[in-house]
T-cell receptor, first 118, second 112 residues
Framework: NAGVMQNPRHLVRRRGQEARLRCSPM?????VYWYRQLPEEGLKFMVY????????ESGMPKERFSAEFPKEGPSILRIQQVVRGDSAAYFC????????????????FGAGSRLTVL | SQQGEEDPQALSIQEGENATMNCSYK?????LQWYRQNSGRGLVHLIL?????REKHSGRLRVTLDTSKKSSSLLITASRAADTASYFC????????????FGTGTRLTVIP
């Protein structure tokens, strides 16, 4: 079981370019979450997706950011026209189906994609 | 904000001592979880406590939950140098979807 796979691990972009970050969830997991972590800070929730559906995108900036989790293939977090403030580590996590009877939901995280905007 | 808060922000102790980290949150929760992050790596789940539980143990970890105060604590006993990491609490809310909201983290350094 390869766990949650994220790529690229490191990505360098110039201002105005596009960044695409990919996440393959753990085998058997159908829920994907994206978080952003600035240096020395905690994780900020961005978006939560199930296959072909965005469940909660309340943490995602309204402009330039989008996410998808197609029926086939990895989840993709796309940042258009990147700015220096987008430099951060972006973590993907996955979980198996819906909540348990107690609502518990344990996430398995990938190693992260570190975006640097020059 | 749905993000929790933790204190202290940083903690430095000698190997063998106990480490206590605290977490506060603002909403009604289904459960509260603690995760660990080694520098430059992803987070790893440590322990989960449900809203109807008050205390839980796992090896050298002890977690308490006080829903009336909206707070939790993580105790690591007999710390080791390998425990050096950042520790985050995360809560799942009673309403809404499955996503977790993380605290700001405590950076623990265990000195050999």
């Amino acid at each position: 079981n390869a766990g949650v796979m994220q790529n690229p691990r490191h990505l360098v972009r110039r201002r105005g370019q596009e960044a695409r970050l990919r996440c393959s969830p753990m085998k058997g997991h159908s829920h994907v979450y994206w978080y952003r972590q600035l240096p020395e800070e905690g994780l900020k929730f961005m978006v939560y997706l199930q296959k072909e559906n965005i469940i909660d995108e309340s943490g995602m900036p309204k402009e330039r950011f989008s996410a998808e989790f197609p029926k086939e293939g990895p989840s993709i977090l796309r940042i258009q026209q990147v700015v220096r403030g987008d430099s951060a580590a972006y973590f993907c996590a996955s979980s198996p189906g819906g909540p348990t009877s107690s609502g518990a939901n344990v996430l398995t995280f990938g190693a992260g994609s570190r975006l640097t905007v020059l | 904000s749905q993000q929790g808060e933790e204190d202290p922000q940083a903690l430095s102790i000698q190997e063998g001592e106990n480490a206590t980290m605290n977490c506060s949150y603002k909403t009604s929760i289904n459960n509260l979880q603690w995760y660990r992050q080694n520098s430059g790596r992803g987070l790893v789940h440590l322990i989960l406590i449900r809203s109807n539980e008050r205390e839980k143990h796992s090896g050298r970890l002890r977690v308490t939950l006080d829903t009336s105060k909206k707070s939790s604590s993580l105790l690591i006993t007999a710390s080791r140098a390998a425990d050096t990491a950042s520790y985050f609490c995360a809560h799942g809310e009673q309403t809404g979807a499955n996503n977790l909201f993380f605290g700001t983290g405590t950076r623990l350094t265990v000195i050999p």
